[in-house]
């Protein structure tokens, strides 16, 4: 596997309390080729990072957060440890499939969960990917695709709430959803703390290792708007159920706050 030129794609301050210091985020582009209205994954990342915190917290809280991509379809990927964190995107692919790159990266994400202090970020593909690793089971979910902005049942422990204050102060945690594959079997000793009707692991922790999210924070209106057309087009959802994802898209949700969350989880201020 053949390492990047390594560049940064993104500097700026983020929302992190009592903390000034350089944190450096790998994101792992696992469909660099699908390109939304509004960008590929990896900059809608950037701009949810960029958007999720205002220029005074910014001020106040004075942490500098690196990002740099890495394509792991093509087999680019930095060594376990030279990041704070790694955050691996949602894809077009099965994180089920065997093929040859997709199972270079889960044999990656054990390597770097059992061998390093990396924190471990997953959306959606990446989400599901990381469980696989880790000894879960993914598959394709019978109850068919769930997309569009979706309430989010948090967990009684509190730990949902710990992570997403400002979703905790409605009682659930909502955000846009775009999937037809889900994590079925969860890995041994992962906290589940969301779930839906339709997908009921909708996000994983293991405090200092992992965070995850089934949803798409990443997602604005107009991307999820796009996305769940294309899946009407194609025949994934009957004219009832496309007709209600359309009125739900432009919900607001709490997207801006995931980001927030993560980067107080890669910085260690959520433990």
């Known amino acids: 596997m053949s390492p990047p030129s390594i560049s940064p794609v993104l500097t700026s301050t983020t929302t992190v309390s009592k903390l000034s210091r350089n944190i450096r985020l790998a994101i792992f582009e696992t469909d660099p080729d699908n390109v939304t209205v509004c960008g590929s994954f990896a900059q809608l ?12 917290e910014e001020a106040l809280e004075n942490v500098h957060l690196e990002l740099v991509n890495f394509n792991v379809v093509k087999g680019n990927y930095p060594a376990p440890g030279d990041f704070d964190g790694i955050l691996i995107t949602g894809s077009r692919a099965t ?16 390597k770097a969960y059992t061998t390093s202090t990396t924190r471990l970020v997953g959306i959606c593909f990446g989400h599901q990917i990381i469980a696989r690793a880790l000894g879960g089971v993914v598959e394709q979910n019978p109850k068919g ?7 989010l049942s948090m967990d009684s422990e509190g730990i949902a709430a710990k992570l997403f204050p400002e979703a905790a102060q409605v009682g659930e945690l909502i955000l846009q959803e775009m999937h037809r594959d889900h994590v079925a079997t969860v890995p041994d000793g992962v906290h589940i ?9 909708q996000g994983m922790f293991v405090p200092k290792k992992l965070l995850t999210l089934q949803g798409h924070p990443e997602f604005n209106s107009e991307v999820a708007r796009a996305l769940v057309e294309r899946v009407i087009r194609d025949g994934g959802l009957t004219e009832e159920q496309g007709k209600d994802a359309l009125a739900r ?23």
């Open 45 to 56: 990342f950037e701009t949810l990072f960029t958007n999720s915190t205002t220029e005074k």
């Open 249 to 271: 898209v432009e919900k607001k949700n709490h997207g801006g706050a995931v980001g927030k969350a993560v980067v107080r989880f890669l910085s260690g201020v959520l433990d």
């Open 95 to 110: 994180a089920f499939d065997c093929e040859k790159w997709i199972i270079n990266l889960s044999d990656y994400i054990y």
């Open 193 to 201: 703390f969301a779930s839906s009707p339709v997908s009921p692991v």
């Open 145 to 151: 695709w769930e997309v569009s902005v979706t309430a």
